[in-house]
Structures are given as structure tokens and as C-alpha cells.
């Protein structure tokens, strides 16, 4: 059975930072393109960024140039690496492959506060 395993979050101050991890295992990884998501308190989910089987990404213009999401097809892990934390990023975050998501992992908290 797969299993994501989201880890790396915590409480961080306003223009801090943060890097996110996701280890998947139970599956074929290399071959899927990988998002990173995130749900704040009574909003849905959405998605923050992706990056593609051959390394190609793409981020969510509310964190276009502050996030950088990576992946390490050996570790089966896919990064999120970010940067000038405002409190709007406050969120649970989440891994998942696109199209037809794994069962969910339980999400990382990563909540931005002075």
C-alpha cells in the first residue's frame, strides 16, 4: 500500500524559512509528476506546485519566486524549499501525486506567526 510521509514543517516568523519534505513509499516513483498542496483552516485545498517525472515545475503565482519544489527519484522524496514566509502560508501541506491522487498522507503544519 502506498504511504506519503510529509515531514519539515513547524512555526517560523514572517520571512523565515522552511523546507518540506515527502517520502513516498509502496509505489513507482520516478514515473509520476509530483504537487505539493495546502489547506488553511475552512478553505480547500490547492494546489502550491508541481514538478514533472523529467523535472520540469511549475508553482502557484501566490508563491511564484519565494517556493522551489524538487524531487530525488533515489529517495523517492519530492521538496518543497520555502522562503519569505508570510502568514497567508499558513496551511497543512501535502504530497501527492497528479491525475489520480494515493491515499493522503496526514500533512505537514507549517504555521507563520511573529
Known amino acids: 500500500q502506498v504511504q506519503l510521509v510529509e515531514s519539515g514543517g513547524g512555526l517560523v516568523q514572517p520571512g523565515g524559512s522552511l523546507r518540506l519534505s515527502c517520502a513516498v513509499s509502496?509505489?513507482?516513483?520516478?514515473?509520476?509528476?509530483m504537487d505539493w498542496y495546502r489547506q488553511a483552516p475552512g478553505k480547500r485545498r490547492e494546489l502550491v506546485a508541481r514538478?514533472?517525472?523529467?523535472?520540469?515545475?511549475i508553482v502557484a503565482d501566490s508563491v511564484k519566486g519565494r517556493f522551489t519544489i524538487s524531487r530525488d527519484n533515489a529517495k523517492k522524496t519530492v521538496y518543497l524549499q520555502m522562503g519569505s514566509l508570510k502568514p497567508e502560508d499558513t496551511a497543512v501541506y501535502y504530497c501527492?501525486?497528479?491525475?489520480?491522487?494515493?491515499?493522503w498522507g496526514q500533512g505537514t503544519q507549517v504555521t507563520v506567526s511573529s
Open positions: 514538478i514533472t517525472r523529467s523535472g520540469e515545475t
Open positions: 501527492n501525486k497528479d491525475s489520480i491522487p494515493w491515499p
Open positions: 509502496g509505489s513507482i516513483f520516478s514515473i509520476y509528476n
